[in-house]
């Protein structure tokens, strides 16, 4: 099922106007969220985190809406813990492939484990590597948009948000071209058993995605052995697998899952962001004629869209010990869902945070989270929208929405599933 948006509707709500929505925040519940809510979260946000910032939910667990209560639990991992296994267990089974891999992967690890992996492909987001596909992100780009002006209009998802950040990552991990479309359905089967609510049919989708992906990573690790002539060296996976290879530092599952998480990592959150920013920037004329005024703007225009619709809206944490989140004391043992699409809209941190403001500095927000774990990939997503959004600004000054945006009713990924643009 698809929500389509009535943008014109869409706009009164996230400028606050008739926004307060009618439900009760003592009972919200995130599994259950209120009619309304997929289609725009911001007033039910807003209105928990005015009377019940740090809401019990029915469940047991905990939703924060304030920016300062977020950051505190980012920045205390010692408290903080990112490991899964509690949670991960009851709902996918222990010992089942998604339960595997999601505790396996990096962003569900804790410190020594976490460390020790995210070391190991730090070399692949160094300003220096990152230079390096700065062209290559040039180039598609550009080819992406003679595409549109050829055909004078596109559904912008599948043509060019999509594509874009599958093709870096790939390049980046060194997956070869004509597979990139199995990773692509593996991707959003793995990360669609992350939401709060899953079918059956997801369930055993997201198994056998997992399974099917480490077969596929295990034959392409097998070929790069065999023929070490075609891999670049700086290609993570090669890198990866020979720190693999030497035993000590990363076992096998640890590789597999490391790079099944950056496949998955690197492309579906990078497509929302750059989907999101061409539909917030069509729906504000105002801020396209600002950006071609200013082009030196295309960096908080990044930070900008980022903050206004986070492509990733929740992330977790569990307590090990007694904790106190303002005036609330959890136990040791608390599930938390840090609610970063409403840390990024707090009036504690940001001035008017309902408006949509190329031009807003400082912006902090957490679309990336913060501390130990904090995106990996955050200045490679930052550097293919500044790259994407200039050229398509420029070169289509007459770019317009030639259908309202849909927006699929998910709770943990804020994603755009179509959207229609004509160039004049
Ligand atoms: C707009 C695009 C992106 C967004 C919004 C995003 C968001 C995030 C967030 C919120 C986290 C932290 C999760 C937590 O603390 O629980 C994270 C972690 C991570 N991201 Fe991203 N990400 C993006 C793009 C990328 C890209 C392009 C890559 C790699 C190619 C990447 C790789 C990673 C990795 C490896 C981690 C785990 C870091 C760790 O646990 O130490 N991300 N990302």
Redesign the pocket.
């Known amino acids: 099922m698809e929500i389509q948006l009535d943008t014109r509707a869409r706009s009164r709500c996230n400028l606050g106007m008739d926004a307060t929505p009618n439900f009760e925040p003592a009972e919200f519940d995130l599994l259950n969220v209120p009619a309304g809510y997929l289609d725009d979260p911001y007033p039910y946000l807003a209105t928990l985190r005015t009377q019940a910032p740090v809401h019990r939910n029915p469940d047991g667990t905990y939703v924060l809406t304030r920016y300062a209560d977020i950051a505190q639990v980012?920045r205390d991992p010692a408290v903080w813990s990112?490991d899964k296994k509690a949670d991960f267990a009851p709902k996918f089974g222990p010992g089942a492939p998604l339960y595997e891999h999601h505790t396996t992967s990096?962003?569900f690890?804790d410190p020594p484990d976490?460390t020790r992996i995210?070391k190991l492909?730090q070399f692949a987001f160094t300003r220096r590597a990152l230079a390096a596909f700065e062209e290559r992100i040039a180039a598609l780009v550009d080819g992406y948009l003679d595409q549109l002006a050829d055909q004078g209009g596109m559904e912008l998802v599948e043509g060019f948000s999509f594509k874009l950040?599958i093709e870096v990552?790939c390049d980046?991990l060194g997956v070869p071209g004509q597979d990139r479309m199995l990773i692509r359905d593996w991707a959003l089967a793995i990360l669609t058993a992350l939401e709060p609510k899953l079918t059956p049919a997801q369930l055993d989708a997201g198994n056998r995605a997992v399974v099917e992906f480490k077969d596929y990573l295990r034959g392409l690790i097998r070929h790069r052995r065999a023929h070490p002539n075609e891999a670049q060296p700086t290609e993570v996976l090669t890198v990866m697998a020979d720190a693999e290879a030497d035993g000590e530092r990363l076992s096998e599952l640890e590789l597999l899952h490391a790079c099944i998480?950056?496949l998955n990592?690197?492309?579906e959150?990078?497509t929302?962001?750059i989907s999101h920013g061409v539909h917030e920037m069509l729906r504000h004329p105002d801020q396209i004629a600002r950006l071609r005024a200013d082009p030196g703007l295309i960096e908080p225009m990044v930070e900008e869209v980022?903050r206004y619709q986070?492509?990733?809206q929740i992330?977790?944490r569990r307590s090990v010990a007694e904790a106190r989140l303002g005036d609330v004391t959890l136990k040791a043992g608390s599930s938390v869902h840090m609610i970063?699409a409403a840390a990024n809209r707090d009036p504690a941190q940001f001035a008017q945070p309902d408006r949509f403001d190329i031009t807003r500095r400082p912006n902090r927000h957490?679309?990336?989270?913060l501390?130990?774990?904090?995106?990996?990939?955050?200045a490679?997503?930052r550097l293919?929208?500044a790259i994407a959004f200039q050229k398509l600004f420029d070169r289509f000054p007459r770019l317009s929405l030639e259908a309202p945006a849909k927006i699929a009713p998910r709770l943990r990924f804020r994603e755009v599933s179509a959207l229609h643009v004509r160039t004049a």
């Open positions: 980012y990112s990096v962003v690890t976490h995210r492909f950040p990552v980046m998480f950056m990592a690197g492309h959150t990078s929302n962001m980022l986070a492509p990733i992330n977790n970063v957490f679309s990336f989270g501390g130990i774990h904090i995106c990996a990939g955050n490679l997503a293919e929208a």
